[in-house]
């Protein structure tokens, strides 16, 4: 552990008070896969990592899991939804195109706080602590971000290139002020020139809705595999170099590596070319599969679980996803439950 005594180089005034997740009860497994398509576990292993995955019940939708998610993160910080000034989801499997998914979740946690989502696909998070840690630099004194996706609702189930990879969930961070700062640099980035490597092709403005969508399946998920992944190779390393350089820190002073969970190859690959060691990178892509905007906040809450971070920790974020969208920063991790210590009236506190 690194534990530097003064924050890094352009940080935001902000903190992670504390984090929560939620995982639908159901688990398939590659072989529940093979079963049903023509792939099997071998296959499934060694291209991608992945071994199980969590899949919402036919009543759930995306806010279900953000709420659960939302709720645990909130009791983490020892606060309420009371507390909240404001609410961003991240997803790109909204429960419905209108209205946002962040008003049904605001309702559901009894506050009438402002909520919206964000949508950047694999990327939704970071966006999210991005647009949040900004929200509590300039005035607001909680905020609740939520990455969540139901991604199993818009893949075909009889595409193997796609239904392999991904599950669901969702993870929630909550951001307070603090004027030491930690959370930042950020670097977010975006290249929207060919969005057909990753996306579904209708369903959109630009096509809605018909009956031939429906008969050619094109309104579900698809993407060119080689493409997308040396995209999130290159893109995943040279974020997580820049917002290094930009904290003035070595990736020595990394002490977890939490990147977006695709691919474990690609994690490897991005881990080997930031020359971070093997052991202080989390990985839950092999539980989860590919959870999107959920894959971050999911894998740092399991991280915190795992009793893998200490207060003082710094821990670097990276993720990339559809658009194409990407984007990193450094959190340094505080312990949980403090939110609420910090609020206390002064007077009433005892020495
Ligand atoms: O979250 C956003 C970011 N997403 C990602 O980062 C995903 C990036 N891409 C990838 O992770 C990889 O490209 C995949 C895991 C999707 C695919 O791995 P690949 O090594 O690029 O495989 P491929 O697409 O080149 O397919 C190789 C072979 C093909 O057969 P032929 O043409 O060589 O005979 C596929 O038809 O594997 C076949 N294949 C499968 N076989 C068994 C494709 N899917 C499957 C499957 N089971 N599920």
Not at 196 to 213: K, N
Not at 243 to 257: I, Q, S
Request: net charge negative; glycine share 10%; charged share 20%.
């Amino acid at each position: 552990m690194t534990a530097a005594a003064t924050p890094w180089r352009a940080t935001v005034p902000a903190r992670i008070a504390g984090i929560g997740s939620y995982l639908p009860d159901r688990v398939v497994t590659n072989d529940d896969l093979a079963q049903v398509l023509d792939t099997n576990d071998e296959w499934i292993r060694t291209r991608t990592g992945i071994r199980q995955r969590h899949v919402v019940a036919p009543e759930q939708a995306t806010s279900d899991l953000a709420i659960a998610a939302g709720e645990a993160a909130l009791a983490d910080a020892g606060l309420t939804a009371a507390d909240v000034s404001t609410i961003i989801v991240a997803t790109t499997t909204p429960d419905h195109t209108v209205p946002g998914t962040a008003p049904i979740v605001a309702a559901a946690l009894g506050t009438e706080a402002g909520a919206f989502d964000v949508n950047a696909a694999c990327s939704g998070f970071l966006y999210g602590l991005r647009v949040g840690t900004a929200m509590v630099a300039t005035g607001d004194d909680v905020v609740l971000v939520i990455g969540a996706e139901a991604l199993t609702r818009i893949v075909d189930p009889t595409d193997r290139s796609v239904a392999v990879l991904f599950g669901d969930g969702a993870g929630a961070a909550v951001l307070v002020p603090d004027e030491q700062g930690a959370i930042g640099p950020f670097d977010l980035g975006a290249d929207g020139q060919d969005p057909s490597m990753l996306w579904t092709c209708t369903g959109g403005t630009r096509t809605p809705v018909s009956p031939e969508v429906l008969e050619d399946r094109s309104h579900f998920l698809t993407m060119r595999g080689g493409d997308v992944y040396r995209n999130a190779v290159a893109r995943m390393t040279a974020s997580s170099k820049l917002v290094l350089e930009r904290a003035g820190l070595d990736v020595d002073d990394v002490d977890l590596f939490v990147g977006h969970q695709a691919n474990l190859r690609i994690l490897e690959a991005v881990r080997g070319r930031l020359g971070m060691a093997e052991e202080r990178t989390h990985v839950t892509v092999d539980q989860h599969g590919n959870t999107s905007a959920a894959s971050v906040p999911l894998a740092l809450a399991d991280a915190r679980d795992a009793g893998r971070l200490t207060p003082g920790d710094t821990v670097l974020l990276t993720a990339f996803g559809a658009g194409l969208t990407w984007g990193s920063t450094l959190v340094r991790w505080h312990p949980s439950g403090t939110a609420a210590a910090d609020q206390q009236d002064p007077t009433t506190e005892t020495a």
